[in-house]
């Protein structure tokens, strides 16, 4: 069965860190572009940053641009997002897609950054 | 920054045809792709390179794309397909995704 499976979110402070974590399952993970989304309680989805495995392009929104740092290991079949210097705004549930067209999803993880 | 821009609701009632929009200046260049989100669950999704249907979708849904719209039709909607909707494609360079605001479908 193909699978994303997120962890690693919590409730951290404003101007801490936090790495988020997508464990793939059942395909070929270093083959597949893949993706972080967000969405904040109540709002839509936003794209948050992609890896491109073909070429290992890396590529952020604006809005976390210098503060967030997407990685893969591919001997783990895994996906990660390093975020620092984190903002109230950056409260979201996180998910983790696959490919260009996000054709699979994650659960999510849900990060909340408060005092 | 590039945008997509949905109606953020439509209304139908049972039976009857819903259409979804989602408009960008870089829909000609660039395909749209479509999710489905219901309250407390993780996007779906419906409708990749703005007219494929992916296995286990619906044959009531479909989609087409015509200039700088892509639009989502969902034939003799169903109480189940309440749910948001949302376009996603990519900028004219195809470096940076973007989501559209979402359209919250409402079955009468």
């Known amino acids: 069965e193909v699978q994303l499976v997120e962890s690693g979110g919590g409730l951290v402070q404003p101007g801490g860190s936090l790495r988020l974590s997508c464990a793939a399952s059942?395909?070929?993970?270093?083959?597949?572009?893949m993706n972080w989304v967000r969405q904040a309680p109540g709002k839509g989805l936003e794209w948050v940053s992609s890896f491109n495995s073909s070429d290992n392009t890396i590529y952020y929104a604006d809005s976390v641009k210098g503060r967030f740092t997407i990685s893969t290991d591919n001997a783990k079949n895994s996906l990660y997002l390093q975020m620092d210097s984190l903002r109230a705004e950056d409260t979201a549930v996180y998910y983790c897609?696959?490919?260009?067209?996000?054709?699979?999803w994650g659960q999510g993880t849900m990060v909340t950054v408060s005092s | 920054s590039y945008e997509l821009t949905q109606p953020p609701s439509v209304s139908v009632s049972p039976g009857q045809t819903a259409r979804i929009t989602c408009s960008g200046d870089?829909?000609?260049?660039?395909?749209g792709y479509w999710y489905q989100q219901k309250p407390g669950q993780a996007p779906v999704l419906v409708m990749y390179k703005d007219s494929e249907r992916p296995s286990g979708i619906p044959e009531r849904f479909s989609g087409s794309s015509s200039g700088t719209t892509v639009t989502l039709t969902i034939s003799g909607v169903q109480a189940e397909d309440e749910a948001d909707y949302y376009c996603?494609?990519?900028?004219?360079?195809?470096?940076?995704?973007?989501f559209g605001g979402g359209t919250k479908l409402t079955v009468l």
């Open positions: 870089a829909l000609p260049r660039q395909y």
């Open positions: 059942g395909f070929t993970f270093s083959t597949y572009e």
């Open positions: 897609a696959r490919g260009d067209g996000f054709d699979i």
């Open positions: 996603q494609s990519a900028d004219n360079s195809a470096s940076y995704r973007v």
